[in-house]
Protein backbone atom coordinates (compact mmCIF):
# COMPACT_ATOMS: atom_id res chain seq x y z
CA UNK A 1 0.00 0.00 0.00
CA UNK A 2 1.52 3.59 -1.00
CA UNK A 3 2.29 5.55 2.11
CA UNK A 4 -0.52 8.13 2.46
CA UNK A 5 -0.66 11.72 3.10
CA UNK A 6 0.82 13.49 0.11
CA UNK A 7 1.37 12.58 -3.43
CA UNK A 8 2.38 9.42 -5.23
CA UNK A 9 2.25 10.84 -9.31
CA UNK A 10 6.77 11.81 -8.04
CA UNK A 11 7.27 8.14 -7.29
CA UNK A 12 9.98 8.37 -9.82
CA UNK A 13 11.98 11.24 -8.03
CA UNK A 14 12.60 9.03 -5.00
CA UNK A 15 16.06 7.20 -6.42
CA UNK A 16 17.37 10.43 -7.77
CA UNK A 17 16.33 12.31 -4.28
CA UNK A 18 18.16 9.93 -2.56
CA UNK A 19 20.85 9.99 -4.99
CA UNK A 20 21.09 13.76 -4.89
CA UNK A 21 21.01 13.70 -0.73
CA UNK A 22 23.72 11.32 -0.62
CA UNK A 23 25.92 13.24 -3.21
CA UNK A 24 25.63 16.25 -0.72
CA UNK A 25 26.15 14.17 2.40
CA UNK A 26 29.35 12.66 1.09
CA UNK A 27 31.31 15.87 1.07
CA UNK A 28 30.95 16.07 4.90
CA UNK A 29 33.76 15.46 6.59
CA UNK A 30 31.92 15.61 10.43
CA UNK A 31 34.78 17.97 11.25
CA UNK A 32 32.14 19.76 13.96
CA UNK A 33 33.09 23.02 12.42
CA UNK A 34 29.17 23.80 12.13
CA UNK A 35 28.26 22.93 15.40
CA UNK A 36 29.40 26.03 17.29
CA UNK A 37 26.57 28.34 14.84
CA UNK A 38 23.68 25.87 15.28
CA UNK A 39 20.93 27.23 17.12
CA UNK A 40 19.30 23.60 17.89
CA UNK A 41 22.27 22.23 19.49
CA UNK A 42 23.46 25.42 20.94
CA UNK A 43 20.40 24.68 23.19
CA UNK A 44 20.16 20.99 23.33
CA UNK A 45 23.85 20.03 22.82
CA UNK A 46 22.53 17.06 21.41
CA UNK A 47 23.92 15.64 18.29
CA UNK A 48 21.10 14.25 17.22
CA UNK A 49 20.11 18.02 16.88
CA UNK A 50 23.51 19.29 15.13
CA UNK A 51 24.19 19.43 11.47
CA UNK A 52 26.47 16.91 11.50
CA UNK A 53 24.13 14.81 13.61
CA UNK A 54 21.31 15.56 10.88
CA UNK A 55 23.15 15.01 8.35
CA UNK A 56 23.92 11.42 9.18
CA UNK A 57 20.72 10.69 10.06
CA UNK A 58 19.37 11.58 6.55
CA UNK A 59 21.96 9.68 5.01
CA UNK A 60 20.60 7.01 6.91
CA UNK A 61 17.67 6.72 5.95
CA UNK A 62 18.05 7.52 2.58
CA UNK A 63 20.45 4.00 2.05
CA UNK A 64 17.60 2.36 4.26
CA UNK A 65 20.14 1.93 6.89
CA UNK A 66 17.71 3.52 9.50
CA UNK A 67 14.06 3.53 9.08
CA UNK A 68 12.13 7.18 9.74
CA UNK A 69 11.05 6.61 12.87
CA UNK A 70 8.93 9.16 15.17
CA UNK A 71 12.49 10.17 17.07
CA UNK A 72 14.17 10.71 13.89
CA UNK A 73 11.63 12.80 12.38
CA UNK A 74 11.75 14.99 15.20
CA UNK A 75 15.23 15.45 15.00
CA UNK A 76 14.97 16.57 11.40
CA UNK A 77 11.54 18.91 11.96
CA UNK A 78 13.32 20.65 14.55
CA UNK A 79 15.93 22.06 12.56
CA UNK A 80 14.95 25.87 11.46
CA UNK A 81 16.49 25.29 8.49
CA UNK A 82 18.12 28.65 8.94
CA UNK A 83 21.33 27.21 6.97
CA UNK A 84 23.82 28.90 9.63
CA UNK A 85 25.65 25.58 9.16
CA UNK A 86 26.06 25.54 5.17
CA UNK A 87 27.28 29.27 5.74
CA UNK A 88 30.13 28.43 7.78
CA UNK A 89 31.17 24.34 6.36
CA UNK A 90 34.53 24.79 5.38
CA UNK A 91 33.87 21.96 3.22
CA UNK A 92 31.08 23.48 1.25
CA UNK A 93 28.18 20.97 2.12
CA UNK A 94 25.32 22.22 0.81
CA UNK A 95 22.41 21.30 3.93
CA UNK A 96 20.02 22.95 2.18
CA UNK A 97 19.82 20.17 -0.53
CA UNK A 98 20.54 17.60 2.27
CA UNK A 99 17.53 18.76 4.39
CA UNK A 100 15.24 19.63 1.37
CA UNK A 101 15.72 16.07 -0.39
CA UNK A 102 15.15 14.40 3.11
CA UNK A 103 12.16 15.77 4.15
CA UNK A 104 11.12 14.61 1.03
CA UNK A 105 12.04 11.22 1.60
CA UNK A 106 10.99 11.12 4.99
CA UNK A 107 7.40 12.76 4.15
CA UNK A 108 6.68 9.29 2.35
CA UNK A 109 8.31 7.15 4.28
CA UNK A 110 7.90 8.46 7.79
CA UNK A 111 5.26 7.88 10.24
CA UNK A 112 2.40 10.22 9.39
CA UNK A 113 1.52 11.63 13.46
CA UNK A 114 -1.88 13.85 13.45
CA UNK A 115 0.60 17.16 13.93
CA UNK A 116 2.29 16.49 10.48
CA UNK A 117 -1.54 15.60 9.08
CA UNK A 118 -2.05 19.07 10.71
CA UNK A 119 0.49 20.65 9.17
CA UNK A 120 0.23 19.72 5.76
CA UNK A 121 -3.83 20.35 5.77
CA UNK A 122 -2.92 24.06 6.80
CA UNK A 123 -0.58 23.88 4.50
CA UNK A 124 -3.07 23.17 1.34
CA UNK A 125 -4.70 26.27 2.60
CA UNK A 126 -2.05 28.96 1.47
CA UNK A 127 -3.33 28.10 -2.32
CA UNK A 128 -6.78 29.22 -1.33
CA UNK A 129 -7.53 33.15 -1.77
CA UNK A 130 -7.86 34.81 1.62
CA UNK A 131 -6.83 32.02 3.21
CA UNK A 132 -3.90 33.41 5.19
CA UNK A 133 -5.23 36.65 5.86
CA UNK A 134 -8.59 35.15 7.59
CA UNK A 135 -6.81 32.74 9.38
CA UNK A 136 -4.19 35.60 10.50
CA UNK A 137 -7.00 37.19 11.75
CA UNK A 138 -8.36 34.43 13.86
CA UNK A 139 -4.95 34.05 14.93
CA UNK A 140 -4.65 36.85 16.26
CA UNK A 141 -8.51 36.85 18.22
CA UNK A 142 -8.50 33.75 19.58
CA UNK A 143 -5.11 34.29 21.06
CA UNK A 144 -6.46 37.50 22.19
CA UNK A 145 -9.76 35.49 23.88
CA UNK A 146 -9.89 35.64 28.30
CA UNK A 147 -8.86 31.76 28.01
CA UNK A 148 -8.01 30.77 31.99
CA UNK A 149 -4.27 30.55 32.17
CA UNK A 150 -3.96 26.86 32.61
CA UNK A 151 -5.74 26.52 28.62
CA UNK A 152 -3.44 28.80 26.93
CA UNK A 153 -0.56 26.98 25.13
CA UNK A 154 2.71 28.58 24.07
CA UNK A 155 1.11 28.91 20.90
CA UNK A 156 -1.09 31.29 22.49
CA UNK A 157 2.02 33.40 23.62
CA UNK A 158 3.29 33.66 20.84
CA UNK A 159 0.50 34.71 18.19
CA UNK A 160 -1.03 37.40 21.55
CA UNK A 161 1.54 39.98 20.07
CA UNK A 162 0.63 40.12 16.72
CA UNK A 163 0.26 43.41 15.11
CA UNK A 164 -2.37 44.35 12.78
CA UNK A 165 -2.50 44.30 8.95
CA UNK A 166 -4.59 46.35 7.55
CA UNK A 167 -5.36 45.97 3.57
CA UNK A 168 -4.72 48.47 1.80
CA UNK A 169 -6.09 48.18 -2.22
CA UNK A 170 -2.83 46.93 -4.18
CA UNK A 171 -1.59 50.09 -6.43
CA UNK A 172 -1.70 50.68 -9.76
CA UNK A 173 1.22 49.10 -11.98
CA UNK A 174 1.16 47.90 -15.92
CA UNK A 175 0.71 45.05 -18.13
CA UNK A 176 3.32 42.44 -19.30
CA UNK A 177 4.51 44.17 -22.10
CA UNK A 178 6.25 47.39 -21.53
CA UNK A 179 7.25 45.91 -17.88
CA UNK A 180 10.70 46.14 -16.97
CA UNK A 181 9.91 44.00 -13.84
CA UNK A 182 7.12 41.65 -12.73
CA UNK A 183 6.66 41.41 -9.23
CA UNK A 184 6.31 38.43 -7.11
CA UNK A 185 3.09 38.77 -4.26
CA UNK A 186 3.03 35.30 -1.93
CA UNK A 187 0.87 33.80 -0.13
CA UNK A 188 1.20 36.43 2.45
CA UNK A 189 0.13 39.33 -0.11
CA UNK A 190 -2.83 40.02 1.66
CA UNK A 191 -1.12 40.57 5.09
CA UNK A 192 1.74 42.60 3.27
CA UNK A 193 0.21 44.85 1.24
CA UNK A 194 1.37 48.04 2.46
CA UNK A 195 4.90 46.64 1.84
CA UNK A 196 3.88 45.73 -1.72
CA UNK A 197 2.25 49.25 -2.37
CA UNK A 198 5.44 50.77 -0.94
CA UNK A 199 8.15 48.43 -3.12
CA UNK A 200 5.57 49.37 -6.26
CA UNK A 201 6.33 53.37 -5.27
CA UNK A 202 9.66 52.77 -4.60
CA UNK A 203 10.24 51.16 -7.99
CA UNK A 204 8.46 53.70 -9.79
CA UNK A 205 10.44 56.14 -8.29
CA UNK A 206 13.92 54.91 -9.56
CA UNK A 207 11.77 54.49 -13.17
CA UNK A 208 10.92 50.99 -13.27
CA UNK A 209 7.72 50.15 -15.03
CA UNK A 210 6.18 47.23 -12.54
CA UNK A 211 3.63 44.71 -13.84
CA UNK A 212 1.89 41.92 -11.07
CA UNK A 213 1.08 38.87 -13.51
CA UNK A 214 -2.31 37.10 -12.73
CA UNK A 215 -2.88 33.61 -11.30
CA UNK A 216 0.58 33.50 -9.29
CA UNK A 217 0.99 31.84 -6.14
CA UNK A 218 2.84 30.46 -3.11
CA UNK A 219 6.50 30.12 -3.67
CA UNK A 220 6.20 26.64 -2.59
CA UNK A 221 8.28 26.77 0.58
CA UNK A 222 6.14 26.21 3.12
CA UNK A 223 5.21 22.85 1.12
CA UNK A 224 9.05 22.30 0.09
CA UNK A 225 10.06 22.41 4.17
CA UNK A 226 7.20 20.04 5.27
CA UNK A 227 8.93 17.90 2.97
CA UNK A 228 5.16 17.82 0.61
CA UNK A 229 7.65 18.11 -2.77
CA UNK A 230 4.76 16.97 -5.09
CA UNK A 231 2.64 20.25 -4.14
CA UNK A 232 5.81 22.39 -3.66
CA UNK A 233 6.77 21.27 -7.71
CA UNK A 234 2.73 22.15 -8.43
CA UNK A 235 3.29 25.51 -7.08
CA UNK A 236 6.51 26.04 -9.01
CA UNK A 237 4.37 25.11 -12.28
CA UNK A 238 1.79 27.82 -11.76
CA UNK A 239 4.39 30.06 -10.84
CA UNK A 240 6.52 29.36 -13.85
CA UNK A 241 3.55 29.75 -16.40
CA UNK A 242 2.47 33.40 -14.25
CA UNK A 243 5.68 34.95 -14.75
CA UNK A 244 6.12 33.34 -18.13
CA UNK A 245 6.71 37.21 -19.83
CA UNK A 246 8.59 39.94 -21.02
CA UNK A 247 9.69 41.05 -18.01
CA UNK A 248 13.44 40.19 -17.81
CA UNK A 249 13.29 40.31 -13.99
CA UNK A 250 11.40 39.41 -11.14
CA UNK A 251 11.11 40.74 -6.95
CA UNK A 252 10.16 39.24 -4.54
CA UNK A 253 9.59 41.18 -1.06
CA UNK A 254 10.28 38.50 1.33
CA UNK A 255 13.95 36.92 0.98
CA UNK A 256 11.98 33.00 1.62
CA UNK A 257 10.15 33.39 -1.18
CA UNK A 258 13.12 34.93 -3.35
CA UNK A 259 15.02 32.15 -1.76
CA UNK A 260 12.75 29.64 -3.01
CA UNK A 261 12.16 31.18 -6.87
CA UNK A 262 15.81 31.05 -7.39
CA UNK A 263 15.99 27.53 -7.02
CA UNK A 264 13.38 26.59 -9.23
CA UNK A 265 14.18 23.42 -11.53
CA UNK A 266 16.40 24.68 -13.81
CA UNK A 267 14.99 22.15 -16.35
CA UNK A 268 11.55 23.91 -16.27
CA UNK A 269 12.75 27.30 -16.00
CA UNK A 270 13.06 28.77 -19.61
CA UNK A 271 11.69 32.10 -19.98
CA UNK A 272 10.80 32.50 -16.25
CA UNK A 273 12.61 35.82 -15.40
CA UNK A 274 15.80 36.51 -13.44
CA UNK A 275 14.72 36.46 -9.88
CA UNK A 276 16.03 39.08 -7.09
CA UNK A 277 15.62 39.76 -3.94
CA UNK A 278 13.95 43.70 -4.32
CA UNK A 279 17.10 45.13 -2.53
CA UNK A 280 19.42 43.61 -4.27
CA UNK A 281 17.35 44.13 -7.49
CA UNK A 282 16.94 47.79 -6.06
CA UNK A 283 21.08 48.86 -5.77
CA UNK A 284 22.17 46.96 -8.73
CA UNK A 285 19.29 47.17 -11.78
CA UNK A 286 18.07 50.66 -10.80
CA UNK A 287 19.07 54.21 -10.88
CA UNK A 288 19.45 55.19 -6.76
CA UNK A 289 20.30 58.66 -7.78
CA UNK A 290 16.40 59.17 -9.11
CA UNK A 291 15.45 58.32 -5.19
CA UNK A 292 15.25 61.40 -3.64
CA UNK A 293 14.79 60.77 -0.17
CA UNK A 294 13.84 63.10 2.95
CA UNK A 295 15.87 63.33 5.87
CA UNK A 296 14.94 61.13 8.94
CA UNK A 297 17.50 61.86 11.92
CA UNK A 298 16.62 58.03 13.30
CA UNK A 299 18.36 54.76 14.46
CA UNK A 300 17.56 51.98 12.67
CA UNK A 301 18.62 48.56 13.62
CA UNK A 302 18.61 45.88 10.90
CA UNK A 303 17.55 42.42 11.51
CA UNK A 304 18.90 39.95 9.05
CA UNK A 305 16.86 37.13 8.07
CA UNK A 306 18.49 33.85 7.60
CA UNK A 307 17.04 33.53 4.29
CA UNK A 308 18.67 36.51 2.88
CA UNK A 309 21.90 36.49 5.04
CA UNK A 310 22.84 32.83 4.23
CA UNK A 311 20.60 31.19 1.75
CA UNK A 312 20.75 34.74 -0.65
CA UNK A 313 23.68 36.35 0.84
CA UNK A 314 22.48 39.44 0.18
CA UNK A 315 22.16 41.48 3.29
CA UNK A 316 24.13 44.10 2.15
CA UNK A 317 21.98 45.63 -0.29
CA UNK A 318 19.17 46.76 3.06
CA UNK A 319 21.89 48.42 4.43
CA UNK A 320 22.89 49.88 1.09
CA UNK A 321 19.26 51.34 0.57
CA UNK A 322 18.28 52.51 4.40
CA UNK A 323 21.73 54.70 4.05
CA UNK A 324 20.28 56.41 1.34
CA UNK A 325 18.22 58.34 3.90
CA UNK A 326 19.74 61.47 5.63
CA UNK A 327 20.72 61.94 8.68
CA UNK A 328 19.53 58.12 9.55
CA UNK A 329 21.51 55.77 11.78
CA UNK A 330 22.00 52.13 10.49
CA UNK A 331 23.24 49.70 13.17
CA UNK A 332 23.12 45.73 13.16
CA UNK A 333 20.81 44.41 15.23
CA UNK A 334 23.31 42.06 17.75
CA UNK A 335 22.93 38.69 17.10
CA UNK A 336 21.57 38.89 13.35
CA UNK A 337 24.16 35.43 13.17
CA UNK A 338 21.13 33.53 14.40
CA UNK A 339 17.55 32.78 13.66
CA UNK A 340 15.50 34.47 15.06
CA UNK A 341 12.80 31.53 15.41
CA UNK A 342 10.17 32.10 12.97
CA UNK A 343 11.66 29.99 10.30
CA UNK A 344 8.61 29.45 8.25
CA UNK A 345 5.45 27.78 10.50
CA UNK A 346 8.46 27.10 12.95
CA UNK A 347 7.32 29.36 15.91
CA UNK A 348 4.19 27.48 15.62
CA UNK A 349 5.48 23.83 15.84
CA UNK A 350 8.12 24.64 18.31
CA UNK A 351 7.04 27.99 20.00
CA UNK A 352 8.99 27.48 23.03
CA UNK A 353 12.09 27.14 20.84
CA UNK A 354 11.07 29.93 19.15
CA UNK A 355 9.96 32.26 21.63
CA UNK A 356 13.39 31.76 23.56
CA UNK A 357 15.53 32.64 20.10
CA UNK A 358 13.17 35.61 19.65
CA UNK A 359 13.17 36.97 23.14
CA UNK A 360 17.32 36.89 22.91
CA UNK A 361 16.69 39.23 19.67
CA UNK A 362 14.15 41.43 21.52
CA UNK A 363 16.45 41.85 24.37
CA UNK A 364 18.92 42.69 21.90
CA UNK A 365 16.73 45.04 19.91
CA UNK A 366 15.21 47.16 23.24
CA UNK A 367 18.71 47.33 24.30
CA UNK A 368 20.18 48.95 20.86
CA UNK A 369 18.71 52.10 21.49
CA UNK A 370 17.23 51.96 17.97
CA UNK A 371 14.07 53.51 16.94
CA UNK A 372 12.40 51.08 14.67
CA UNK A 373 13.73 47.44 13.70
CA UNK A 374 13.88 46.54 10.02
CA UNK A 375 13.03 43.29 8.99
CA UNK A 376 12.62 42.04 5.04
CA UNK A 377 11.00 39.09 5.57
CA UNK A 378 7.46 39.24 6.91
CA UNK A 379 7.66 36.22 8.87
CA UNK A 380 10.40 36.80 10.90
CA UNK A 381 8.83 40.77 11.01
CA UNK A 382 5.68 39.52 12.50
CA UNK A 383 7.29 37.21 15.43
CA UNK A 384 9.57 40.08 16.57
CA UNK A 385 6.62 42.08 16.74
CA UNK A 386 4.98 39.36 19.15
CA UNK A 387 8.08 38.84 21.50
CA UNK A 388 8.44 42.82 21.48
CA UNK A 389 4.98 43.13 22.80
CA UNK A 390 5.17 40.07 24.84
CA UNK A 391 8.29 41.85 26.09
CA UNK A 392 6.22 45.34 26.78
CA UNK A 393 8.52 46.91 24.38
CA UNK A 394 6.78 49.15 21.41
CA UNK A 395 9.68 49.62 19.23
CA UNK A 396 8.01 48.83 15.76
CA UNK A 397 9.16 46.35 13.16
CA UNK A 398 8.76 47.53 9.93
CA UNK A 399 10.05 46.47 5.86
CA UNK A 400 13.01 48.52 4.77
CA UNK A 401 10.69 49.18 1.53
CA UNK A 402 8.07 50.70 4.15
CA UNK A 403 10.98 52.87 5.55
CA UNK A 404 12.12 53.83 1.96
CA UNK A 405 8.57 54.61 0.87
CA UNK A 406 7.74 56.63 3.61
CA UNK A 407 11.10 59.49 3.03
CA UNK A 408 9.83 59.82 -0.36
CA UNK A 409 8.70 63.44 -1.21
CA UNK A 410 4.83 63.78 -1.55
CA UNK A 411 3.70 62.72 -4.98
CA UNK A 412 0.43 64.59 -6.99
CA UNK A 413 0.03 61.47 -8.30
CA UNK A 414 -0.10 59.22 -4.99
CA UNK A 415 -2.73 56.58 -4.13
S1 LIG B 1 28.64 20.07 7.59
FE1 LIG B 1 30.64 20.98 7.12
S2 LIG B 1 31.29 22.02 9.02
FE2 LIG B 1 29.61 20.59 9.55
S3 LIG B 1 30.61 18.69 10.17
FE3 LIG B 1 30.17 18.47 7.97
S4 LIG B 1 32.01 19.22 6.92
FE4 LIG B 1 32.17 19.93 9.06
S1 LIG C 1 19.86 24.71 9.40
FE1 LIG C 1 20.16 25.85 11.33
S2 LIG C 1 19.07 24.63 12.89
FE2 LIG C 1 19.32 23.31 11.07
S3 LIG C 1 21.19 22.16 11.43
FE3 LIG C 1 21.80 24.00 10.25
S4 LIG C 1 22.36 25.55 11.79
FE4 LIG C 1 21.21 23.91 12.87
Known sequence: M????????????????????????????????????????????????????????????AEGVLKATPTIVAHIDRCLGCLACESVC???????????????LIAREGTTSWRAWLRRALIRLVDLPGAVATAYAAARLISRLPWPHTWRGPQATTLRGLPARPRPPLAPTIGADHADVALFLGCTADLDRATLN????????????VHIPRDQGCCGALAAH??????AHRQALRNLRAFRGPAPALVS??????????????????RFPEVFDIHRYLVEKTDLDRLKLRPWPRTIAVHDPCSLRNALKGERFVYELLKRIPGVRIIELPGNGTCCGAAGDYFLREPKRAQALAATKA???????????????????????????????ALPVLHPLLVLDQQLPPSPNAW
Do not use: F, M, W
Open 2 to 61: PPSGHDQSNAKAIPARAAALRAAADRCVACGLCLPHCPTYGDSLNENESPRGRIALLRAT
Open 90 to 104: PSHVEYATILKEGRA
Open 198 to 209: AAIRVLQATGQR
Open 226 to 231: AGLADR
Open 253 to 270: IASGCAAELRDYDPDTTA
Open 363 to 393: AAAAASGADIIVSANIGCALHLSAQLAQAGC
